[in-house]
């Protein structure tokens, strides 16, 4: 998979900073199907952008704490909020 399907996961978790989700939860979210899932989720892994919690069953955040997922947000946010005022 490429980038349009990490994208969707990204904008999923960035969308949701509070919020942390597991694989099933990230599929019937995005549409993808779970290999892809597994596939994004172990790059953004890599890359620090999301968090794994290991708890039962695991779930996925992203990682306000990483400095470019925070460029990141700032600007999701601001594109939100420049489409609201449209």
């Known amino acids: 998979m490429g980038s349009g399907a990490q994208f969707r996961v990204l904008l999923h978790l960035a969308l949701r900073p509070r919020e ?3 694989k099933y ?10 290999p892809a899932i597994t ?10 952008w999301v968090k794994k919690h290991e708890s039962s069953p ?7 704490e990483n400095e470019v997922v925070s460029l990141i947000l700032t600007l999701f946010y601001e ?8």
């Open 20 to 22: 942390a989700f597991t």
């Open 79 to 86: 594109l939100k909020r420049k489409n609201a005022s449209r």
């Open 58 to 64: 695991i779930t996925y955040q992203i990682c306000i």
């Open 39 to 48: 596939d994004q989720l172990e790059r953004l892994l890599e890359l620090g």
């Open 25 to 34: 939860g990230l599929v019937k979210a995005t549409g993808l199907r779970t």
